[in-house]
């Protein structure tokens, strides 16, 4: 099975940074990418970076040269900084990861971001 664990949201002004963090445990693919999605009420979530094992990454367009997507094999944790936030980035922040073998989709708890003056 596996978990993700994530931390690091916040209350932020516009313009500031946070920087999330995602805590992967169990049988976490190295075949297919691990990403962080966001999702405001009455919204679907979507992917806002994804990251391979080998380093390819994605962003969504609202997000790039802004956010900067990470991961750290070794202590299979994920990195989400953020730098000059919005206020339409305001939302829950999920880790997404796919197990191992299996082919089933995890995603974490879930962080709020909130950016607001």
């Known amino acids: 099975q596996v978990q993700l664990v994530e931390s690091g949201g916040g209350l932020v002004q516009p313009g500031g940074s946070l920087r999330l963090s995602c805590a992967a445990s169990?049988?976490?693919?190295?075949?297919?990418?691990v990403g962080w999605y966001r999702q405001t009420p009455g919204k679907q979530r979507i992917s806002v970076a994804t990251?391979?094992?080998?380093?390819?990454?994605n962003y969504a367009d609202s997000v790039k040269g802004r956010f900067a997507i990470s991961r750290d094999n070794g202590e299979n944790t994920v990195y989400l900084q953020m730098n000059s936030l919005k206020p339409e980035d305001t939302a829950v922040y999920y880790c997404?990861?796919?197990?191992?073998?299996?082919?089933?989709?995890?995603w974490g708890q879930g962080t709020q971001v909130t950016v607001s003056s």
């Open positions: 990251i391979t094992s080998v380093g390819n990454i």
């Open positions: 997404h990861a796919w197990e191992m073998y299996t082919g089933r989709e995890y």
């Open positions: 169990g049988r976490i693919s190295r075949s297919r990418p």
